[in-house]
């Protein structure tokens, strides 16, 4: 049984930092494409980063710079480290693996960026 556990979610302050994990169980982790994407109260669920099985990541344009995706494939995880955190980045955090036909999400984890 395939399955995604997000965690590191909360509320934090602009300016602030979180980081989220996704541990994975009942893949081959390391073949697999991950990501995080996520969706925001009235808005389209969006994908926010990407890392391949090779690492190479790919990052939607309004968090560059400021958040890094990564991987550690012997711990089946994967991270979100979210640096200057903004109030649009308030949503719901969603881990993704996907590996042609194949794809599995998370239950997500609720972001807040506010005062």
């Known amino acids: 049984q395939v399955q995604l556990v997000e965690s590191g979610g909360g509320l934090v302050q602009p300016g602030g930092s979180l980081r989220l994990s996704c541990a994975a169980s009942g893949i081959i982790f390391s073949i697999y494409r991950m990501g995080w994407y996520r969706q925001a109260p009235g808005k389209q669920r969006e994908l926010v980063a990407a890392i391949t099985s090779d690492a190479s990541t790919d990052y939607t344009d309004s968090v560059k710079g400021r958040f890094t995706i990564s991987r550690d494939n012997a711990k089946n995880t994967v991270y979100l480290q979210m640096n200057s955190l903004k109030p649009e980045d308030t949503a719901v955090y969603y881990c993704?693996?996907?590996?042609?036909?194949?794809?599995?999400w998370g239950q997500g984890t609720l972001v807040t960026v506010s005062e």
């Open positions: 993704n693996a996907r590996r042609e036909k194949f794809e599995r």
